[in-house]
């Protein structure tokens, strides 16, 4: 187990490594930033003079080297844009992220297994086909798209929620979040429904599938021959055994939920650090895009590393050398 | 649908003929809708230039004072409806769709087939080989696949800039991955198989026993994952347009299209991203139907997830 923990742990420190060098020679790649910051009528001093400022005017494994060293001090650099650290920039928006992303996750989960249970106990029935058919939207449905019609029929025809933005927020711990007003909750619904999409429908199907394939399992059939009730069967006996791999989904998926949150963040005004990656794209701010690829390589690593953990704890019958196969 | 029962039938699965493989496609009503919807919708896009009414991109036929209008409008010079209204710059909005169509199920299959055979040859090799060339092609791949393919593809359009053959480039990257896996793992399975040693035995070429024997008792399951991987690339493809990272506002994708329209949204005018939203609906659930189909006829042993 020590050795399985120590060779993810530098397999993960090399895949940091190798992503930073791609980060930043991709980004040095995509423009000269600083004919966007100064103004047209700028002389060719000023242009050298904001390019040594801003250190633009060394070679590049220079810049690398001067960055890798900044960066292990916690400093990813300035942003062009703000003028205040990008780090800084991400770590502010960063729990608007994850509010969203955790709320999506929660209302995925909130009707995704009991959808799914539903499903898989009556395969045949109207609203066991229903739902599925409804999964097949979930995952074809293009996410943007779901999200601007949402706009469409709650914010302009309807009028009862808000087009964008977060709302009021209240602080807890240094840290705002808007699940705590009424207010944050109207404008937090819609986004997190339109991120929730894609894994409640993978919700669905994982839980229906674990539960057909559960119910032709001797224990089930034990469970049931013993004369316990349906409640208890399902609650207990098959819901215990499907739980594993909806376990590993979740922690996977978390990631691709910060992920697509990008998506979703630009459509609704979300101000997380999605829309910033986004902006910074369009400004060509590029110490905010390095800082948010990297604290996003950072985050998966752990999520991987955390889920591969718990996959191996969850269920011994994996063996830890093998690795997960990922859905 | 032709090209992929021709390579059905050419893979000889035992007993399998043509006839077999349409009946056993067949067995589903909804699967041949899908069919039927994809073949209207091909035949929509590859047709456009001669049934739409106007050349969305042609800007001397277009009337700014038609811009906006709602569906069933009539055009002010009299002889267009348009059916289903006029976006900001006063197009035809049936016509700018199909051509968006065009764009959209072109970048998709151009990007899926090149990843196709690139993930394919990749995977074949690892898998026939082992040893150290499959352990660095499954990390790489492992690795890859832990990120969601939004990201990474982001990530390459930030680097590459937009551009209709810079979103071929970051597809394919996004898409190789499946298909090396997917090769990988048939080609392990079938190369313990006799015929595969038989082959070895009788002194072939490896090129030959990899191209001639592997190859074609791998495709089954490579065809299911690249039927239902169009259907990603497509809305990838559309979510990148999206973010004004995808396509060049000359050659407008279903997503760009989309994209036009969010900005009148709160406005009121909701046709200009709803009709192009439902196309890449229509479009997507055809093939997911298609290839859910293909699944089950040519991989009865894989999950149905």
Known sequence: ?327 | MTELAAAANDVRWGDSSLWRWVRAYGSSRVAVFGALLLSVIVVLALLAPWITPQNPYDLATLDLLDSRLPPGAHASSGHLVYWLGTDGQGRDLLSAILYGLRVSVGIGLISTLIALALGTSIGLVAGYRGGWVDALVMRLVDIQLAFPSILLALILLAFLRPGLSNIVIALITVQWAYYARTARGAAMVESRREYILAAVGLGLAPWRVVLRHLLPNCLPPLIVVAALQVASAITLEATLSFLGLGVPVTEPSLGLLIANGSQYLLAGTYWISFFPGVALLATIVAINLVGDQLRDILNPHMQTL
């Open chain 1, 1 to 327: 187990m020590v050795r399985f923990i120590l060779r993810r742990l530098m397999q993960s420190i090399g895949v940091l490594l190798v992503m930073s060098l791609i980060v930043f020679a991709g980004v040095y790649e995509i423009g000269d930033p600083v004919l966007i910051m100064i103004g047209p009528d700028a002389t060719q001093a000023d242009i050298a003079a904001t390019r040594g400022a801003l250190g633009l005017d060394q070679p590049l494994p220079m810049q690398y080297a001067h960055f890798l060293k900044r960066a292990l001090s916690g400093d990813l650099g300035r942003s062009y844009a703000y003028s205040t650290p990008a780090i800084k920039l991400i770590l502010e928006r960063m729990p608007a992220t994850f509010e969203l992303a955790f709320a999506a996750m929660f209302i995925a989960l909130l009707l995704g297994i009991p959808l799914g249970l539903w499903a898989g106990l009556k395969p045949d029935s109207f609203a066991g086909r229903t739902i599925m058919t409804g999964s097949i939207f979930g995952f074809s449905l293009p996410t943007f798209w779901v999200g601007l019609m949402m706009i469409m029929l709650f914010s302009v025809h309807l009028g009862w929620l808000p087009s964008g933005g977060r709302g009021a927020t209240t602080e807890v711990l240094g840290v705002r979040l808007s699940i705590l007003t009424l207010d944050g909750w109207r404008h937090l619904l819609m986004p997190a429904v339109n991120l929730a999409l894609f894994n409640l429908s993978l919700l669905i199907r994982l839980t229906r599938a674990g539960t057909r394939e559960a119910l032709l399992q001797d224990y089930v059939k034990f469970a049931r021959a013993k004369g316990l009730s349906q409640s208890r069967v399902v609650g207990v006996h098959v819901l215990k055994n499907i739980l594993v791999p909806i376990v590993t989904v979740i922690g996977l998926e978390f990631g691709s939920v910060i992920g697509f949150s990008i998506v979703t963040e630009s459509i609704f005004a979300w101000p997380g650090m999605g829309k910033l990656m986004i902006d910074s794209i369009n400004t060509l701010d590029r110490p905010v895009i390095v800082a948010y690829l990297l604290v996003i390589v950072i985050l998966f690593v752990v999520i991987n590393f955390g889920v591969d953990l718990l996959y191996g704890i969850l269920d011994p019958r994996v063996r830890m050398s093998e690795g997960r196969e990922v859905l």
